[in-house]
C-alpha cells in the first residue's frame, strides 16, 4: 500500500494553494490599524466592498453608508478589495488636502475611461 497517494498530493495542493490565496489577501487589512486609523473590518478577498462586487449596491451608495456610520470622525479606513482607501469626513481636513498637500496624496481616485465616463474627470479623480 502506498503511503502518499496522488489524490491526497493534489488534495495537500489544493488546501495550500487556498491557505495562501488567504494569506495574501488579508496581507494589507492591518494597513488602517497600524496607522490608528478607524474603520470598519475588512472581509477577505473582498474588503469593504462585497456588497458592490455582487451587485447589491453602488459604489456610491457603499461610500455613503461608510460616511453615515463613521461621519463622527475626521476620516475613516477602509479597502477596494485588497487596496485601502482613505475617506475623508473633515471638509476642512478635505480642503487642507485638495490645497496645501495635494503633491503628497496622487491616487486621489478610480481609474476612469474618459471617452465613456467623461461626467467622472474631475480633480477628485486625477491620477
Known sequence: ???IT???IVISLIILLFIWLY???TSTYDHWKNLG???PRPIPFFGNI???ILNQQSLIEKQRE???KWKHEPFVGFFYGRTP???INDLDLMKHILIMDFHKFPGRGMKVNKNSEP????LLNLQ
Do not use: C, K, R, T
Not at 461626467?119 to 474631475?122: G, N, P, S
Open 85 to 87: 482607501v482613505l475617506l
Open 50 to 52: 462585497g456588497s458592490v
Open 23 to 25: 494569506n495574501w489577501s
Open 6 to 8: 496522488i489524490e491526497a
Open 1 to 3: 500500500m502506498e503511503l
Open 119 to 122: 461626467l467622472e474627470d474631475h
Open 37 to 39: 486609523v478607524p474603520g
Open 66 to 68: 461608510l460616511y453615515n
